[in-house]
């Protein structure tokens, strides 16, 4: 069974730097790992993307330079490093991974963690 738990959210100001990681458990070999978020009112969008063998990695345009994807296969971690945060970046975050599929394909994602809350103030 694979279990995802996301941590490191909170609140920070505009500006500031936030990291996010997720431990997973129970992933097959050649999983993908991706972060989504969902703001109030808005759909769950996919930010960043990671490949099994951590060579690949894809971001939507508004995070590109700002955010960065990496991952550390010993212990199934990945994280979400974000840097110069906006208001318009808070939102729910969340980690998922997927095992069948294009690894920047929103819908290939299976498995998903519970969610962790960024908020930036102006």
């Known amino acids: 069974q694979v279990q995802l738990v996301e941590s490191g959210g909170g609140l920070v100001q505009a500006g500031g730097s936030l990291r996010l990681s997720c431990q997973a458990s129970?992933?097959?070999?050649?999983?993908?790992r991706g972060w989504f978020r969902q703001a109030p009112g808005k759909e769950r969008e996919l930010l960043a993307a990671?490949?099994?063998?951590?060579?690949?990695?894809y971001y939507i345009d508004s995070v590109k330079g700002r955010f960065t994807i990496s991952g550390n296969n010993v212990n199934n971690t990945v994280y979400l490093q974000m840097n110069t945060l906006k208001p318009e970046d808070t939102a729910v975050y969340y980690c998922?991974?997927?095992?069948?599929?294009?690894?920047?394909?929103?819908?290939?994602?299976?498995?998903w963690g519970q969610g962790t809350q960024v908020t930036v103030s102006s």
């Open positions: 998922a991974a997927g095992y069948s599929g294009i690894y920047y394909y929103p819908s290939a994602y299976d498995s």
């Open positions: 129970g992933l097959p070999i050649g999983a993908y």
């Open positions: 990671i490949k099994w063998n951590l060579q690949r990695t």
